[in-house]
T-cell receptor
């Protein structure tokens, strides 16, 4: 079974520029998550989709971050404009179930963003 | 969700059992204990989870104390490939979001 795919794997931009990340979850997985992992810390959930609806975006900095999951499959996460503190690894994960303990999450390799 | 506490780092000799502790003294009756690990430059990987009973799968065993205030993840025969950060997470069984709250985790170094 193919895993969660993410692209690009690495991105370097200057502050105030915009950037977009793409995620393709495991086929058939209803739930998709975006996490931000700053160096030396554990991942932090930014947004969770159930099919193409948002379940939780309480930690998403909505003034600069946006995400969408059109047709309930692929998802994109955008940052506009980027700040230095956005330098991190952005992880996408997916799970089969709706939520809770049935939802073992499968993570992609992540996109490492460096903002200079 | 209950807070979990783990040692910052541990060492283990290759071929020996690695026992990773986790304290979750405020865990509620319907919160599960999940373990994930993150190998360097990869995304986290699910290992195992449990509620009350001990659990075992092809990767590891999970031992939960009777009062559920702590647990231990056991890797029975650690290899160099098991070097990673291990995260213990308490997750509400009826959570609407399945939101994983990662702490600092335990960095396990398996040595030859």
């Amino acid at each position: 079974e193919a895993g969660v795919a993410q692209s690009p794997r690495y991105k370097i931009i200057e502050k105030r520029q915009s950037v977009a990340f793409w995620c393709n979850p495991i086929s058939g997985h209803a739930t998709l998550y975006w996490y931000q992992q700053i160096l030396g810390q554990g991942p932090k959930l930014l947004i969770q989709f159930q099919n193409n609806g948002v379940v939780d975006d309480s930690q998403l900095p909505k003034d600069r971050f946006s995400a969408e999951r059109l047709k309930g499959v692929d998802s994109t996460l955008k940052i506009q404009p980027a700040k230095l503190e956005d330098s991190a690894v952005y992880l996408c994960a997916s799970s089969l179930g709706a939520a809770g303990v049935s939802s073992e999450q499968y993570f992609g390799p992540g996109t490492r963003l460096t903002v200079t | 969700d209950a807070k979990t506490t783990q040692p910052t780092s541990m060492d283990c000799a290759e071929g020996r059992a690695a026992n990773l502790p986790c304290n979750h003294s405020t865990i509620s009756g319907n919160e599960y204990v999940y373990w994930y690990r993150q190998i360097h430059s990869q995304g986290p990987q699910y290992i195992i989870h449990g509620l009350k009973n001990n659990e075992t799968n092809e990767m590891a065993s999970l031992i939960i104390t009777e009062d559920r205030k702590s647990s231990t993840l056991i890797l029975p025969h650690a290899t160099l490939r098991d070097t990673a950060v291990y995260y213990c997470i308490a997750l509400h069984g009826s959570s609407n979001t399945g939101k994983l709250i990662f702490g600092q985790g335990t960095t396990l170094q398996v040595k030859p």
